[in-house]
């Protein structure tokens, strides 16, 4: 049941269900102090007034609620007007005029509005979550169950007032439509009481209430004036005056709580069996009166076949309505929902039905995954509903590019999956789909044209008389997938066999190097930097290193990049950063050279980084000044989220190298503004400087530039005294290089050691 939710502070202070049936109960009380004009006075006035406080409380729940929930409150304040009136007509009668009632009279019309429209909206209350087979079910099983009770309760009593008032037949019909409805209206209590989740039950409790205390009070009425015994004020009136007490705080508690109904399902079994229970209970009292040599009157008979006729509609009802969500099961478990595409089972089943084939001679099978780049990006951006909207669109475009009799599924979150039967082009079909996504998609926010990548595997690109299982191919299309996220976007890969060594190879390389860290096989070594003027050491540089023992040596350049894509690289990173550490204190502890330690980008945007570098060197007693964080050049053009960090780093006194400077695309623009203190020169840029002027020229305005942003250079990769020399004379005066060191471990290094000068001493470098 929809409506607003109340507030939670309002809700904290009504009373609870309990005291307010107590309170109701107390309203009946005076009844069974007070006797004679007393009694009918305080009868008449306080369930007037009962009545009119539970008409403004329904009116209120009304107005906070919505749709059917609505109306049936609008209802029960109806009813319950109307019994008012009809209340206030039969007291100006009584007291004012001081006149008998005739009966039936305008008052009873007035009266029976309070059951026959309590009914109904009570019927809309409890069938309000639910279709209308549900809602015709419930209803059913009120009058199965009322007319069961009917039939019962005329051979206990009714059938015995019937012949006893035979003459007024209309007043009889009156006198019984008030227990009848009631009877249906504690039915339809009854129903809601059952279908009421835990947290509502207080508003249903105090319905149940209201109801029963009022059938009571119609029934004894009903009797007491069909033998014209009744008078107003005796003890049964207090049902009145108690219902409608409850009934008011039934809707003063409904504008504070909601009324939550259980969600619909197939029935289950008791709730099939329901309708047989009063009607089985009938039948069982009638065969027993007839056992006994009673005869049944015809008014009882007529009723229960009435019934019988009810509990048959009503599991017809129930089987349609069975068969109907079975049905609708089924089409869920082969269509998605969303896109009304195939799902992946189905997909999968056709494959394996299409390999099948075609290993009998049929037809060459294309098998298609589609992924959507930077789905989660717009999920995010735009909202889940653009995101449905993109993937709908998506679907209708594949279906558009494609023949009925082709399989297009939708595999994944934002994967679809197509199976083309026939010796199409791999090719031809992506092509295809690029074309057919190639126009731009209208969403909330504008037009966008989502970039995709997908991956393609053809039975006819298979060697002949090689078999495939379905699952084979799709790992092929995966790989293919693979590789054409990895090219870039809205392309397309095509499988080949050599996807798939890379791909066995890279799980072992992953299986080996996640073994070879837990088991602290990985170690650091270290490479010098010098100043090409004193030919000194001013730092040194760690390098990861992994030798394993069926693998031999694996060189970073292969395992750091397998690190990154295995989610391995956080820990090796703090391993290495430990581990350099560590032994760089050991060896230079109070010194004032620096230690370099690369850093990966993935390790930048772990939340924790900053924190983790600091108490590292802090561990260590590392001092902030000595430690030089590398980020290569390419990590600073795809990220913009880690320049923050970097300036953070520098905040608590690190400072930032950008590796390999020259191989990415930073522009010096962009430089400028960069938080970094170091910059290491690509080795490319210094391989050539020897022999080629060109080169050289292009290094000597590198550096220049440079310079100019007061930022400290480092050459890589000197491998020869003539490029040192070279370099030096370009003004660049710090270096890192075979010609000085290979990386080693670092207790072999000696901290103080002066590399020797060239023996032809060469034109001295300009300081
Ligand atoms: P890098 O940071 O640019 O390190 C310098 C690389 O150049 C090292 O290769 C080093 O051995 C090599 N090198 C030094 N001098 C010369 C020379 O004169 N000639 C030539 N040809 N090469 C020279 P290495 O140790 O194989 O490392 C390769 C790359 O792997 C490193 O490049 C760095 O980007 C990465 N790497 C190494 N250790 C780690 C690490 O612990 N974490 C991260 N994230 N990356 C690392
Ligand atoms: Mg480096
Ligand atoms: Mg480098």
Redesign the pocket.
Known sequence: VTSAPAPAAAARHLPSGATAAALSGVTGIPLAVLSGSAAAWYALLASTAAAFVATLAGAYAARRAEGRTRAGWVLLALGSAGWGVGNVYWAGKELAVHAQVLFPSGSDLAFLLFPVCGAAGLWLLAGNAARLGTRLTSLLDGLIFTGSLLAVAWVATLGTIYHRAGDSTWSFVVSLAYPVSDLALGTMVFLLATRTRRGSRRVVGLLILSLLSMTLSDTLFAVGRADGSYTSGQLSDAGWIIGFSALAFAGWFRTHTRIQLEEEVVHGRWQVLLPYVPFGATLAIGVLLLVQGRSLDVVPVVVVLVVFAFVMIRQMVTLLHNSALVEQMEYQAFHDPLTGLATRAVFTDRLEHALALREQGGHDVVAIYLDLNDFTVLNDTLGHEAGDALLKGVAERLRACFRPSDTIARVGGDEFGVLVEGSAKPETEAQRILEGLRRPFALRGGETTPSVSIGVSATRNLPNGTTLTPRSLMKQVDLALAAAKATGTNDYAVFEPIMSHTFDEEMALRRELAQALEAGELTVVH?PIHDLQTRRIVGV????RWSDGTLGEV???TF?PVAERAHL?AP??EF?LDQACLEFVRWNGAGDKYLS????TL?LLEPTFEEMVTTTAARHGLPPRQLVL?V?ETALAEESDIAPVLSGLRERGFRVAI??FGTGYASLRYLQHFPADVI?ID?SYVMDIEHDEEAARLLGALLQMLSTLDLTCIA????SEGQATRLAALGCRYT????FS??TRLHQLDPDAVAPRPVPAARAPSP
Do not use: M, Y
């Open positions: 490479q540089e760690a390098l990861a060189p970073p350049a750091i690289i090796i990173g290495v330690v690369n850093v990966s390790q590398e290569t590796d390999d290491k080795r890589e990769g000197v491998e890192q290089g075979f010609l290979r990386p």
